[in-house]
């Protein structure tokens, strides 16, 4: 299932101008990912020139091809925060990049 998704996950790259995909293991980091569930990404739009331009979104666990197309289709469309992407596929950040209350 993992490389159906990949495979879905790297044609939206393809179809994204300036687009790179890099596969690596978990980002423990910044990411709270657990392999058995799914995969993960971090994204983060870009200027031409590869300059960030905004902040990083983390996603997954992403399960299915449909997992994949909904983030592809979401990747194409600019990353909008109009709520097309679903919560779910939203990651939680790891443990560090948490804000904890006294």
Do not use: S
Not at 10 to 24: D, F, K, Q, Y
Not at 35 to 55: E, F, I, S
């Amino acid at each position: 299932m993992g490389e159906a998704v990949r495979g879905r996950l790297g044609e939206a790259v393809r179809a994204c101008p300036h687009g790179i995909l890099v596969t690596t293991g978990c980002l423990g980091g910044l990411l709270r990912c657990t392999p058995a569930a799914g995969l993960h990404a971090a994204v983060q739009p870009c200027a031409k020139d590869r300059t960030p331009t905004g902040p990083v979104t983390r996603l997954g666990p992403l399960v299915t091809e449909a997992d994949a197309e909904l983030v592809g289709a979401w990747l194409l469309a600019g990353m909008p925060d109009d709520g097309t992407l679903p919560h779910r596929l939203c990651a939680v950040p790891a443990p560090r990049h948490i804000v904890h209350l006294n």
